[in-house]
């Protein structure tokens, strides 16, 4: 008959901190990495909207008739529970019968960061 000793019967305390610390590791990384695709999704989400912003200025500028378009022209919007700012600005060209817009979109909370710039053409119709 044999005896066993109570030592052989479990993991000493050193096995368990060791496990222990191993699965902290892994929660920390886990976290981490939840908390870097949620960061990227919200800046994609933003992205999206403001891009969105931006074409809808572009696109209500080109239906514009009056011609030279006025230099500046701003305002806001509110998209996705958000108010923005838009800033669209007419340039000159080399050809008269042309002019460059930009369009600028900001958080209204924060004028001075733009987070979305969008540039086209636009021409003199004849009417």
Not at 72 to 95: I, K, P
Request: net charge negative; glycine share 4%.
């Amino acid at each position: 008959m044999s005896v066993k000793r109570l030592a052989d019967d479990g993991f000493t305390l050193i096995e368990l901190l060791v496990a222990m610390a191993v699965f902290a590791i892994a929660g920390v990384a886990v976290m981490r990495a939840t908390t870097e695709h949620v960061r990227a999704v919200t800046m994609l989400e933003e992205m999206t909207v403001v891009s969105f912003i931006a074409e809808n200025q572009l696109q209500l500028a080109k239906l514009d008739k009056k011609w030279p378009p006025e230099p500046t022209r701003q305002g806001e919007v509110t998209m996705a529970n958000r108010d923005w700012l838009w800033v669209l600005q007419s340039t000159a060209t080399a050809d008269q019968n042309f002019r460059q817009l930009q369009v600028n979109v900001s958080p209204a909370e924060d004028p001075g960061k733009v987070l979305y710039s969008l540039q086209t053409f636009v021409s003199k119709t004849d009417e």
